[in-house]
């Protein structure tokens, strides 16, 4: 009986800590940023541009605007091809205007933080916890959690704006160019209905989806990397746990805030 329900019951135990590391993270938020400016800040600039070799391209932010861009063009290569089958080949802005910001950059952006910013969380924090610089610190009397972790937590939420802007740009301009640069869509038209469909909503509640979603990132990342064992290679297995989790999280979080924020909405509003 023991071992039919050893696993079900060791998923809530370690759903039960995480919960737990959560909760402890978000509330020591006044903490880190009253006391931890200097740690703040320095995290600030590694998370939006990195450090080392990545700094000299512009870190995450390049990275995100790189990769949102690639995916604007594979929307817009996708979309033009779906109606020019229709004969509908001119709303390539409509479909621009309403994919780009409700779809496509929460969830392409939310992977690249992923891979980047996260993923760099849990090794750092996994590399300090087998190396016991984690444990150090609690001697020394300084609250690991809200020093590594809510710092972390908080500089991610500051620099995900301007990364998520750039994000939006990119996609934007990867959709465009494909449409009017290479199947010949006329600008003009492609720009009257991007301006008629786009609405400002649709942008705020981009951003709302953006937060949420490095939120959990963050969380899921750091948890992963605080909690690691087993040397070198227990860190790399972190990494790995974290970066699957945290993808799932993405695609879950955004059908939730998605539903949330367009569920009752049953028409297009057409501006202008």
Not at 63 to 87: E, H, P, R, S, W
Not at 95 to 110: C, D, H, M
Request: hydrophobic share 55%.
């Amino acid at each position: 009986m023991v071992h039919v329900f050893g696993v079900p019951l060791r998923l809530l135990d370690d759903l039960g800590r995480q919960a737990s590391f959560y909760g402890q993270a978000l509330a020591w938020t006044p903490k880190a940023v009253k006391d931890y400016k200097t740690e703040q800040v320095r995290l600030i600039a590694e998370v939006g541009m990195s450090t080392g070799a990545l700094a000299v391209i512009g870190g995450s932010s390049i990275i995100t605007l790189f990769i949102t861009l690639f995916a604007g063009v594979t929307g817009g290569v996708q979309t033009f091809d779906a109606l020019k089958n229709l004969q509908l080949e001119a709303l390539g802005g409509f479909a621009s205007a309403i994919i780009t910001p409700r779809l496509l950059t929460p969830i392409v952006a939310g992977a690249a933080l992923a891979a980047t910013v996260g993923s760099g969380f849990t090794a750092q924090l996994g590399a300090m916890r087998v190396a016991e610089e984690i444990d150090a610190l609690e001697v020394m009397a300084v609250r690991s959690l809200p020093y590594l972790v809510t710092t972390r937590l908080v500089a991610g939420m500051i620099t995900i704006i301007p990364i998520f802007a750039m994000a939006m740009v990119g996609g934007w301009i990867g959709w465009k160019v494909t449409q009017v640069n290479f199947f010949g869509l006329s600008e003009g038209t492609f720009n009257h209905y991007m301006n008629t469909f786009m609405q400002w909503q649709d942008v705020m509640f981009a951003f709302a989806q953006a937060v949420g979603i490095a939120i959990v990132i963050i969380l899921i990342h750091t948890y992963y990397g605080y909690t690691a064992s087993g040397g070198p290679a227990g860190v790399g297995q972190a990494v790995g746990r974290a970066v699957r989790t945290s993808l799932i999280a993405v695609m879950t979080i955004e059908l939730c805030i998605a539903m949330a924020l367009y569920a009752n909405s049953d028409a297009f509003r057409i501006s202008g």
